[in-house]
């Protein structure tokens, strides 16, 4: 069928809806239940949007010709690839950066999997086929997925395999000729209010005997029986739009999945049991360069959220003149225009992988996702400095409509607005900034993928250096000579 609307993607999480378990209740209806409900809405509203811009946000599918999502494409042309990030900005734009896990982030992983779905053929399992037919599946229903790949927290100085129990992390517990049997837990599936769960496979295993059964990518729906979603507690309390303007509209929610004898039928099952496979799959396929162009573009427009937000923030309370401002706007401006230039670099540079699939540079890619993690909280912290005690004193929308109304109007003006345009502009800083939804974002945000430390290992041990080095040389051999 075309790409989805947003009654659709109600109407089906209303007939199937996802095993989310939340404050000691399993939710029977997520489109009603409080503190999800509203996430759920705002997910939704992500396709209608596509449908008010198709020109920027709809293709003919290959197979059926009707109008899919663009995120769904696979690139054969610098020119597919530059719409693809065109439409993603745009959609990030409409939730001001704020929903990290928006469809496009996975369709872009799934994508990059079927382009490169060579590199899973494993013996005589049918796992290239299997890919691309759950890539056909995924764009032609306009699917929404989570995803996991990391184990829980239980032991750290040791492996899965060396847990107090086996099956703490999740692992086969059993082959048949239907398929296989999960059991035990990953972590951390951002948006389970969604159609479907890909599990990855972690790209830290270590031994091909003791990690195998801990190595598979899979996919299924989210209502597969014996599959559970524990999420954390909301951060939408249930209030207005005007008192949460994020918390209340963007609550993706986070949650830990529990696989209790979970049966992956083999046409879901992508990877398996191949260590070396599972390790290389994100970097082999692509699916790590194509999400992080997807994240790029949510950085960016983040960031245009922040800077227009700060800058309203000067403007109502007359602050412009101090050079300390200046400095924080200008930091804030040079880290958009620097992620632009990385995005703009990474496209330009992108280039056909070994599968044909045009692929943007990884380098500027890299070097962006490394930045924001630790950017991001300094530059939403601007924001709590410039907003200071203002950002702690501000009524709600009932205190408007009470016995303090007349004196709230006139003591809550700003230097050039009316208390009535200065409150909600307050409160929106309070919730990027102070709330525990905002606190959530500059957490998340910090670890988006991964520990910053062990990325930057990374980065460090995976460039070659050698060229710069020779350079140096070169200048004092030429000061010896």
Known sequence: MPARTAQQLIDQFKEQPPALYHRGKLITDITTEPGIKNGVYSLAALYDHQWQH???????SPSSGDPVGITHIIPQTKDELKAVGKAMHLRANYTQGMMGRMPDYLNRAIAAYAGGADFLHFGDRQFSDNMRQYYAHLRENDLSLTHTL?????????????????????????????????????????LPISDEIMVFPSTLLRSQEEDAPYAFGFAIPNNT???????????DYGRSTYDHPLGARYEEMDAVVFFDDVFVPW?????????ERCNKAYAATGAVVHMAHQVICKNIAKTEFLLGLINLLIDAIGVERFQHIHEKVADIWITLETMKALRFAAEEQAAPNAYGVMTPAWDPLDAARNMYPKTYPRLVDYVRQIGASGLVAMPTEA???????????????GARIEAKERIPLFRLAWDTALS???????????????????????????????PYMDEVRAFLQGNAD
């Open 54 to 60: 198709p020109e920027l946000s709809l293709y003919p």
């Open 150 to 190: 990391i184990n829980p927290q239980s032991n750290r100085a040791v492996g899965a395999a060396r847990q107090a129990d086996p099956f703490l992390a999740a692992r086969v517990k059993e082959e048949t000729d239907a398929g296989i049997i999960i059991r035990g837990a990953r972590m951390l599936a951002t």
């Open 225 to 235: 029986p014996g599959l559970k979603f524990q999420c954390r507690e909301t951060m």
């Open 267 to 275: 046409e879901r099952v992508f990877l398996y049991q191949d260590v």
């Open 399 to 413: 205190d408007l409509q009470g016995p303090l109304a007349e004196e709230i109007d006139k003591y809550y003006q």
């Open 436 to 466: 525990a939804f905002g606190a959530r974002q500059a957490h998340y945000e910090y670890y988006f993928f991964g520990d910053p430390v062990r990325m930057a290992s990374a980065v460090f041990n995976n460039h070659d250096y050698t």
